[in-house]
């Protein structure tokens, strides 16, 4: 079966820093994405990693290791906006979404 | 960037009756949109996949006669539950993507709160 796999909930303080792991398992592999999800309202796009390496956006970052199954998002410099859930989720071999559960981030000052 | 819109963003609607959700890409045209499910405090459940003028796809466990779904246009769907029930209550969000077998990013809309009492 395909499976995403990422912790249910992470606490972290305001300017500090915070990575996000996300293991997969899928039938085939056409990228990843990382999507911010603020209570209440639609998903927005983070990221897509589809070779591996590090992806630098700003305060964020993702990573992906195509062998190891492996993705984690980096937010440096941590805000009070940014506490929300961040959803991993993997295109398959027919380009459709398998979506993990999320990871509710909490910051505290 | 590309802007997807839902309508209504909330709805109240009695048990028994039918409530119709549109879904617009505004500045681009969506051959595959997605309408998805989501109860508090879980993830998103895609419901079903659908490609402009054909019928929808319906994910394992989805009664395709209860959550009826149109995509008649490139920048239209609509998703209709019909005879709904309070356990239909939920966040329902579609998302469109420019391409049938791609790897663009999917853009959602800000979804729609139904609420069945």
């Known amino acids: 079966g395909q499976n995403i796999d990422q912790p249910t909930e992470m606490t972290a303080t305001e300017g500090a820093i915070v990575q996000i792991n996300c293991t997969y398992q899928?039938?085939?592999?056409?990228?990843l994405f990382w999507y911010q999800q603020h209570a209440g309202e639609a998903p927005t796009f983070l990221s897509y990693?589809?070779l591996d390496g590090l992806e630098e956006k700003g305060r964020f970052s993702s990573f992906l290791s195509r062998s190891k199954g492996y993705s984690y998002l980096l937010l440096k410099e941590l805000q009070m906006k940014d506490s929300a859930s961040y959803l991993c989720?993997?295109?398959?071999?027919?380009?459709?979404?398998?979506w993990g559960a999320g990871t509710k981030l909490i910051i505290k000052p | 960037g590309a802007v997807v819109s839902q309508h209504p963003s909330w709805v109240i609607c009695k048990s028994g009756t039918s409530v119709k959700i549109e879904c617009r890409s505004l500045?681009?045209?969506?051959?595959?949109m997605f309408w998805y499910r989501q109860f508090p405090k879980q993830s998103l459940m895609l419901m079903a996949t659908?490609?402009?003028?054909?019928?929808?796809?319906?994910e394992q466990g989805v009664e395709k006669d209860k959550f009826l779904i149109n995509h008649a246009s490139l920048t239209l769907s609509t998703l209709t539950v019909t005879s709904a029930h309070p356990e239909d209550s939920s966040f329902y969000i579609c998302?469109?993507?420019?391409?049938?077998?791609?790897?663009?990013?999917?853009?959602f809309g800000p979804g729609t709160r139904l609420t069945v009492t």
């Open positions: 998302s469109a993507r420019e391409s049938d077998l791609s790897n663009y990013e999917q853009y």
């Open positions: 500045d681009f045209q969506a051959t595959t």
């Open positions: 659908s490609n402009e003028g054909s019928k929808a796809t319906y």
């Open positions: 899928t039938s085939g592999f056409n990228g």
């Open positions: 990693n589809v």
């Open positions: 989720a993997v295109s398959d071999s027919n380009y459709q979404l398998i």
